[in-house]
């Protein structure tokens, strides 16, 4: 078989499709990170922004999940500040507490100083790809590739806060106190995470995840006014490839049709949110992801199983469900429990 038909018969793929794959596929977001040691060993003495500019790295990275749990995809190793790093803006990422910039963004001047993304910004995320599709077609009859970015309002969150935020006061002043600039920003970003995506699935990703964590911060009204258009732009440059959407965030259950409506062929289910309420809210058009608490894998083997089972069984009821966390695997999670969790859901019979 060759890799399109390998990937044709991909579960992930299917569910995504819309079509009724044999068994319900599932993934972890931040399957790739600090509960996993093979992790922590190769990234030894090395800082994360500098792992995620590295070919080899990258590749060994994203596959240290695949090979371990046999999960139905791959995640690319990055993270969403990385394209701005690779424009030039001043921000590290540091450890326990996420991505600081060195000087926020809060004028046009600012917003006009970030230059647009290119793919000679990132060769070695085109050579990544590329090397990661070649592995992953050999791995359990072919493994797909997802290719994410960051949403313009995380993304904006950290570049106007300059690093993580609670209440992000300092990003909705400037959404609603300068109008333009905040038009300025969006814009700029949204072509950057386009560009960001375009890059990765040029070079063979099979689906993109866009990551908007913390749109949750926003109310529906403020969220479809000064969040979705810009979301909007992004997933419709990725629509004119061909490949499959999914997009995420975190404390959305109020937002869950708007961010199904920018252009998203699966949605991502927080794990606050009942996973038959969020199927009830997107109706028919829309497959759905999650949604176990992340936390749940420390509760004893039985009890997260048997949640699990709760969330295939609802799933069914949606045009297609992956299975996930409802948020990225907490780094003091044992890696065992992954193991069985992704042993159950593959082997939890679906007629
Ligand atoms: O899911 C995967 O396995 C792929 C890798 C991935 C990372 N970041 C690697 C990473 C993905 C998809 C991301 C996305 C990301 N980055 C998001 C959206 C997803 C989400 O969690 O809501 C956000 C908000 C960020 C920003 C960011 N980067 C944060 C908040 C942190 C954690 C800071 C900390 O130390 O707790 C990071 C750093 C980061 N990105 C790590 C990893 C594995 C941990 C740093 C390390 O291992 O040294």
Redesign the pocket.
Known sequence: MNTADALASSPFLQALAGQKPSRTPVWF??????SLPEYLKV?EGIG?LESCQDADLITEITLQPVRRYGVDAA???????LPLKAVGVDLE?K?????VVADPVRTMADVEAIPDLTPEHVPYITEAVQNLTGELAGINGGTPLIG?A?APF?VASYLVEGG?SKEYAKTKALMFGAPDVWDALMRKIAGISAAFLEVQVRAGASAVQL?D?WAGACTPADYERHVLPYSTEVMTRIGELGVPRIHFG?NSAMLLPLMGSAGAEVVGVDWRTPLDWAIDQLGDGFGVQGNLDPALVFAPTEIMLEQAGKIIETGRRAKGHVFNLG??VIPTTDPDQLARLTEFVQSYPLD
């Open positions: 977001m931040r399957q790739a990170g600090r990234r994360m995640i690319f190793f990055s993270d969403i500040v990422i450890p326990g507490v996420g991505p994410f960051g995380t993580p990551f964590s975190v948020h990225g």
